[in-house]
């Protein structure tokens, strides 16, 4: 039978246990999400965060064991969220995994957030062909990046500014849609057409992203607009993002010659993005691979993959207990 480890992912408003075996096999992930708790504050106050991961957590694993028909003494590992992330946010779950793995004497990783993003795809195609182009998009990151093998990533482009999954909230909040917005952004847009035409930032400009700039058009064109139509604003944001992401996806398709890209994070859960990447896929004959959607916002199933990843690049050695949450952890370029 396939080794278990038990993942924990705090480093945000997720509160997220999985368990996940050994052949990358997702026995059961559990998220439970803290919007209700942030939305009236139009956004995630970290001290609220912190506060809501020690309450929900230890039910969110014992229904994340429950679910996988295991108990504590069928883990054979730990892997929790180290960051990016909220400090406090992040010392909850890394402080519950290590406790676990002390009291079963068992190896805890830690994991970087974007490092799970990127494995989330493992779930889809493990034997996909290196190098490959990888697209992250999320709440916090934007960055294009080339994996020359699993976990080795060098950084093509990452975003000047603000993330596309941040413009997203921000548009939804100027639209009065409420936080998190990026679903609620992408149904309306689903229902437009791109009738304003805003910007395309940095359309021709290397690798580098900036959406701050197309958060700033959509201000001004709803101040100047009053009989604006929310689809279509909608839309036209939705679009204006997907023809730069596209764009430079297809851009280094062409230069590297990659077989494969994978799209990751949250943004990724948008069927406009997914549906644009996929025809990307077939005009140029490349391998798309995008993680289930529901795995494609936060959860500890692809901190899990990551965590096995990690583990078998050490040899099956855990951290040393010493470490700690790093809020502003980048992703590891390159061996
Ligand atoms: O990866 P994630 O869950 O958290 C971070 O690591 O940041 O990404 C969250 C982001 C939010 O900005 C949210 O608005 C966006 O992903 N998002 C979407 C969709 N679902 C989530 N954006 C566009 N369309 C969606 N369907
Ligand atoms: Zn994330």
Redesign the pocket.
């Known amino acids: 039978m396939s080794r278990l480890l038990l993942a924990l992912e705090t480093s945000?408003d997720e509160t997220a246990a999985a368990v996940v075996a050994e052949d990358f096999g997702v026995r059961s992930s559990v998220v439970s999400s803290q919007v209700d708790l942030h939305a009236r504050y139009g956004g995630i106050v970290p001290e609220i965060a912190s506060r809501a991961h020690v309450n929900l957590l230890l039910p969110v694993v014992e229904e994340a064991l429950d679910q996988a028909g295991a108990s504590v003494e069928d883990l054979d590992a730990v892997a929790v969220t180290q960051g990016p992330g909220l400090v406090g946010a992040l010392l909850v779950g890394i402080s519950a995994g290590k406790a676990l793995a002390m009291a079963r004497s068992l190896p805890v990783v830690a994991v970087n957030?974007l490092e799970g993003?990127l494995a989330s795809v493992l779930l889809v195609d493990r034997e996909a062909p290196y190098p490959q182009l990888a697209l992250l998009v999320?709440?916090?990151?934007c960055i294009l990046a080339r994996a020359s093998a699993p976990g080795v990533y060098q950084r093509l482009g990452q975003t000047k500014d603000d993330s596309v999954?941040?413009a997203?909230?921000k548009v939804a909040r100027m639209l009065g849609l409420g936080y998190?917005?990026?679903?609620a952004?992408?149904r309306l847009a689903a229902e437009g057409r791109d009738t304003v035409g805003f910007p395309r930032p940095m359309l021709h400009e290397g690798y580098d992203f900036s959406f701050s700039g197309l958060k700033t058009a959509v201000a001004n064109y709803l101040r100047a607009t009053p009989s604006f139509v929310l689809e279509d604003v909608a839309c036209s944001f939705a679009e204006a993002c997907m023809d730069v992401l596209c764009a430079k996806v297809e851009k280094a398709l062409e230069e590297f010659g990659d077989p494969v890209v994978s799209v990751v994070?949250?943004?990724a859960?948008?069927?406009i993005l997914r549906a644009r990447v996929e025809a990307l896929g077939e005009r140029t004959g490349s391998r798309v691979l995008l993680p289930p959607q529901r795995l494609a916002?936060?959860n500890a199933a692809m901190i899990g993959l990551a965590g096995w990843l990690r583990l078998a690049a050490r040899g099956g050695k855990g951290d040393e207990l010493g470490f700690g949450p790093v809020p502003s952890l980048p992703l590891s370029w390159g061996p």
């Open positions: 945000c957030h993003h999320s709440g916090g990151h999954g941040e997203y909230d998190p917005g990026g679903p952004v992408d994070g949250g943004v859960a948008s069927p916002t936060d």
